[in-house]
């Protein structure tokens, strides 16, 4: 599913999701224990996948990078919850919810 030097992640493979509204839903379904997990996993590898993707013309990926790319984008969403909120909610939002209309394709 991913890039050989980048199979450590493929435990977290539920993460790779084509939209942010799916990697939004799947945050806010997920515990901290899950997200701490995934978060630990992938941030370490974050500059390595960047410079691997930075290859290929976005246009061009390959499965495994294109992969490795929405897996990236879950990690981003992830990050904030990990790293500042300690939740998935953002705080103080109430039943807030953002909602894209329109968003790149990959």
């Excluded at 992640?9 to 939004?24: A, G, K, N």
């Excluded at 996993?41 to 974050?46: C, G, K, S, T, V």
């Excluded at 109430?94 to 790149?104: H, S, T």
């Amino acid at each position: 599913m991913l890039p050989s030097e980048f199979a450590v992640l493929e435990p977290f493979s539920e993460w790779v999701l084509e939209s942010e509204r799916e990697r939004y839903t799947k945050r806010l379904a997920s515990s901290m224990e899950e997200m701490q997990a995934f978060y630990d996993a992938a941030f370490p590898l974050l500059e390595q996948a960047s410079d691997h993707l930075d290859k290929f013309p976005l246009s061009e990926l390959p499965e495994q990078e294109r992969n490795l790319l929405l897996l990236m984008f879950s990690l981003v969403n992830v990050s904030f919850p990990v790293e500042v909120w300690k939740q998935a909610r953002v705080p103080d939002s109430g039943a807030a919810y953002m909602d894209l209309v329109v968003e790149p394709k990959v």
